[in-house]
């Protein structure tokens, strides 16, 4: 028993050790131009995914196949080695991407104002909870991404245990536990909108190299503002019964509006160096995002170190040892992302462009038609297990090959930021909604589909609607 307790930590310390092999690789080549390397660094890789193959779910065994069978075409067709390398370069950097993005998430779990926050944004009065989790949840969402809506979330179900609480009704507890669940999955779900740290804005900026952040991220922020005040509607028309109910006034703990305060802060201090090292440095967005990381969340780690009490060098140590405990429990996000930046690619050598080009001519397919088709099938592949990260890196890439006239990069980037935003609260296959199931003990048909799906379709058909009309006026 002693012998296979030991095997398996060897085997759990190898898994960990090849993806910071990987993404260590990744961070290299940003630098330095070596095939050699990303060779390596993708064998590293493989092995890993491979090792961690039981974590895989439906969402990433689909892509990782459809890679394969790719490859498979590729080889047989005779593709340049030029191409498949960029192909496995394109690969390492989506796969280190959501690793690096990690250690925030790390730091963030040391930080006194973390914490702090997440108490000052659940400990507002029912009049205000609705738009103050929302927020919440963007803002964490926007810094730390998946810790921070797992941390919102932990704190509302917390809540729910609450003397108060458990003296309502059983009915009037499940609206206000879906009330504080879709308020804060609400506003997570707007980050595919703006952020400059998020998942879709990379994929975006990846996918469509022609484009640059400034391009249609302001667009997305100010939409988001919108969204928000539309899933406020939502819940003052929904919610009429709870908010009726007379409450003691909530007091969040003395100070913790600092914790609150704090947290734009950070967002703005690595956007801007992001930013400038982007300006100053030879670098790309997202290859100054995967540098800069890093780099932030140590510094983070360092000085809530200083102020917990186990110093600058002991609060990076106990980042680090959260850090590297995560990384073999990643293997079904890593393999999506993989698979994603693999088939962005490949696929481009291997689909006939010029033949779809002329299909979708002889359809009579104008740009409207493909922008909005594109929106739709972000979200309507995310209900069949196919997660946005594939559909908007392949479909995306596709689409900006074929060279529809009226059909530009910017309408096909903000097609896919609204599809994924869309489905981001809706599909039950979606990585927030499980996520969101396992901490609140809900199935996740009930939280998207029944819980989330009137706002959600309502914002993608406003979305839809705006940008539809906006690409038929050549404005975008």
């Not at 879709?182 to 506003?187: H, L, P, Q, S």
């Not at 967005?285 to 200083?306: D, K, T």
């Not at 291997?350 to 740009?367: C, F």
Request: proline share 5%.
């Amino acid at each position: 028993m002693a012998d296979g307790a030991v095997a398996a930590g060897h085997a759990v310390a190898l898994r960990s050790l090849l993806l910071a092999v990987a993404s260590g690789a990744a961070l290299v080549l940003v630098f330095v131009r070596a095939d050699w390397l990303a060779l390596a660094a993708m064998a590293a890789l493989l092995a890993y995914l491979w090792l961690g193959r039981r974590l895989f779910t439906l969402g990433t065994w689909v892509p990782v196949a459809l890679s394969l069978a790719a490859l498979a075409v590729a080889v047989a067709r005779g593709t340049s080695a030029p191409v498949l390398l960029h192909a496995v370069d394109r690969s390492l950097f989506l796969a280190a991407l959501i690793t690096l993005l990690g250690t925030l998430r790390a730091a963030a779990s040391l930080a006194p104002e973390v914490a702090q926050a997440g108490t000052y944004l659940t400990g507002q009065p029912p009049s205000r909870r609705y738009l103050s989790l929302t927020f919440g949840g963007h803002l964490f969402g926007v810094l730390i991404n998946f810790g921070g809506l797992a941390i919102l979330l932990d704190l509302a179900a917390r809540s729910m245990r609450g003397e108060a609480t458990l003296r309502l009704p059983p009915d009037l507890r499940e609206v206000k536990l879906r009330r504080m669940t879709v308020a804060i999955v609400r506003g997570f779900g707007l980050i595919s909108l703006w952020s400059p740290f998020g998942f879709a804005t990379n994929v975006v900026l990846i996918t469509l190299p022609g484009l640059t952040y400034l391009d249609f991220g302001p667009i997305g922020f100010a939409a988001s503002f919108v969204f928000v005040a539309i899933g406020w509607a939502f819940d003052r028309v929904g919610n009429r019964r709870l908010r009726a109910l007379p409450s003691a006034r909530a007091a969040p703990p003395p100070g913790a509006w600092r914790g609150a305060a704090m947290l734009p802060l950070h967002v703005a201090a690595l956007g801007i160096a992001i930013f400038a090292l982007h300006e100053v440095a030879p670098l790309d967005f997202q290859e100054a995002l995967i540098v800069l990381v890093p780099a932030y969340s140590a510094l983070w780690a360092g000085w809530s170190g200083l102020r917990v009490g186990v110093g600058p060098a002991g609060g990076v140590a106990a980042a680090g040892r959260d850090a590297w405990a995560r990384l073999p429990r990643m293997a079904g996000e890593v393999g999506v992302f993989a698979a994603a930046g693999f088939l962005s690619v490949i696929l481009l050598a291997i689909v006939p462009v010029d033949a779809l080009r002329a299909l979708i001519a002889n359809l009579g397919l104008g740009p409207v038609a493909l922008t909005l088709g594109l929106a739709l099938s972000v979200l309507g592949l995310a209900f069949v297990g196919i997660n946005p990260i594939v559909t908007s890196s392949v479909l995306g890439a596709i689409a900006s090959q074929l060279a529809v006239p009226g059909l530009s990069d910017l309408a096909i980037a903000l097609a896919i930021i609204g599809g994924w935003t869309g489905v981001i609260g809706l599909s039950p296959f979606i990585t927030t909604i499980l996520f969101c199931a396992a901490i609140i003990d809900r199935p996740a048909m009930r939280i998207g589909p029944v819980w989330n799906g009137a706002y959600s379709l309502t914002i993608f058909a406003v979305w839809c609607a705006c940008l539809g009309a906006a690409v038929a006026l050549g404005a975008v």
